[in-house]
């Protein structure tokens, strides 16, 4: 299984984990289209979404679930409807600009958000509050 180090992600946080994965990874082929003279409108993908599910499924091991039951009736179903929902909407097509204009913060976001956690693990680590690698 994956390794976890510092304090667990919150139920609300995992659940928004697949959407900005997709949002970040939509906003930076956004971003690449519009460098590149594409045109003006981006396919919507379910491989995206995909890959936002497996993000969402290597979290999932992270996430401090506040009762049992949600491990199992939580977790599962809810990583299914996403994936389903991107099957659903491949193909949609959306103004570039509008990907980019969403997707480029949220990529933003993720990288502060990761340097962040990466210090204050280093720091934890420091203190002798946790090791380096606890796997």
Known sequence: MFCSVGRPLRLTTWLAVPFLFSSAVLGLTGLGGL???????????SPVFGAGVAVGVAASSAVEWTARWQRVWLRWPYLASVLALGVLVD????????VVALGVPVTALLVAQYFLER?????????GLTSASQC
């Open 35 to 45: 460098l590149l003279g594409a045109p003006g409108y981006l396919p919507l993908s």
């Open 91 to 98: 193909g949609v097509r959306l103004p570039v600009v509008a």
């Open 119 to 127: 210090r204050r693990t280093a720091a934890l680590a420091e203190a």
